[in-house]
């Protein structure tokens, strides 16, 4: 096999420098060439990008100039607002460019998400009722029935921006997240709520969903972290399981938020024969089924992070799906993976670069 070029795509350069080092050392065995760069390191005039390719021979990053790789593995997080503005538009652009095969495209926003897989009649039993907030009205009639609720903004991730509001007699309360720490305000009059909403939705798009009860006998808040990726044969496959848990008095359990890695098999241990039954079976069917799924609803991928919440009456429900998931949940809690998954972008690449070959693939689909 001639010597392919993958290039890891970030924002910042020395961004996830520890993972995708790791898929670097490895990538001699595979016949590619690995380099990294960021989107607006590409010359505009020569198309030629200044910078950085791997040396397996020292296992260092040198500075380096080269074309636009063929194969893109994309690592970008637009966490700030400058990074999206410079950056993103050059990723769209890339994922279109013709001369570029992307491992995977990546998800639209949430609300995009759910409208695609409310549609479906096996995965929609498993996503909260989710509505685009337009007018704070909705949520106090949703808070008049119900008493709480949460917010999730359209796009982001790391659990930044989610709000759970609470609704007792005239009083309104809402908990958030700064880093690792839980802040509280209180509205002592539903007028002065319903302004701080309009602020709110006018500065981003929100979504409406009910505050699930999903937390431990303990009172802690957690999730189940599933981690699938393609294999080089280009099948879904899940390569792991853990659970995220938040600490108490928390409403989150996302690693960002202050919470901790658990593995699996602790936690099923706490659960009854039919309980572990009927959970498993749940999960094998949403692992079974979303994936290819949302490849039919938008583009290709290559992994995905699906967090599962488990309420307590034993029902579960999908709470995010990340196109470019962590790996430390699954790595603390499955050291053991460790090299399967760095080596899993060079083996999926190599499956991807056989399958060029045939004529009239489009793998940018």
Known sequence: MNQVTLGFLVVQMKHE????????????????DCVRFEPTSIDPVTLLINGEKFDV?????????FPIPKYIYDRCFFHRKEARQKSKPIVDWLKKYRETSFLGIGLPDK???????????????????????KHPDEMMKHLKKHSSCILKPRTGSRGAGIIAVFYDSKIIKIHYHHGRD????????????????????????YLLQPLLPLHDTSGYPF????FVQKNHQGNWELLGKGIRRGYSGSFLSNLFSGGDSLSY?????????????????????IV?????????KFHHLFELGIDIGYAQDGSVWILDINSKPGRKTII?????????LYEAPLAYCQYLISKSQVKGVNLNG
């Open 17 to 32: 420098n520890t993972y995708l080092t790791e898929v670097a050392k490895r990538s001699s065995s595979y016949s590619i």
């Open 57 to 65: 021979e020292t296992n260092s990053w040198k500075e380096a100039m």
């Open 111 to 133: 609300w995009a998400i759910y409208k695609a897989l409310n549609t479906d009649s096996t995965i929609n039993s498993y996503l909260p009722h989710t509505v685009m907030l």
């Open 182 to 205: 839980k802040k509280t305000k209180q509205f002592n009059t539903i007028k002065d709520f319903i302004l701080w909403c309009e602020k709110l939705i006018e500065q981003r798009p």
């Open 223 to 226: 999730d189940i972290r599933l």
């Open 265 to 285: 098999e602790r936690f099923s241990l706490d659960l009854t024969d039919r309980q572990r039954i009927l959970l498993e079976d749940e999960l094998k069917t």
């Open 288 to 296: 079974d089924h979303l994936p290819p799924l949302l490849e039919r």
């Open 332 to 340: 603390e809690t499955n050291p053991k993976l460790a090299d399967r």
